[in-house]
């Protein structure tokens, strides 16, 4: 799924409003036990110094990883 460019005044560390997955199945039935996820990030990035400006456009970093996906169900409590 496409991304946004970050907005300014947001904590880095909060968790992103514009990417994300809920699982509908947990992993264990999946070979190994685990989902692949996948994050690419492109980068646009312009540069300026010692009197030169240039233009990298589309670098991009790709990463993989296993994830296991467990369900944990929810506790209810009954009040009074």
């Not at 110094?49 to 994830?67: K, N, P, R």
Request: negative net charge; contains cysteine.
């Amino acid at each position: 799924m496409p991304g946004r460019a970050p907005r300014t005044g947001l904590d880095p560390k909060a968790s992103s409003p514009d990417c994300g997955h809920t699982y509908q199945r947990v992993s264990e039935d999946q070979p190994g036990g685990t989902f692949p996820v996948t994050a690419t990030v492109t980068w646009n990035v312009t540069w300026t110094g010692a009197g030169q400006t240039g233009a990298f456009e589309g670098l991009t970093t790709v990463s993989t990883v296993q994830v296991e996906v467990i369900s944990i169900p929810a506790l209810i409590t009954g009040g009074g």
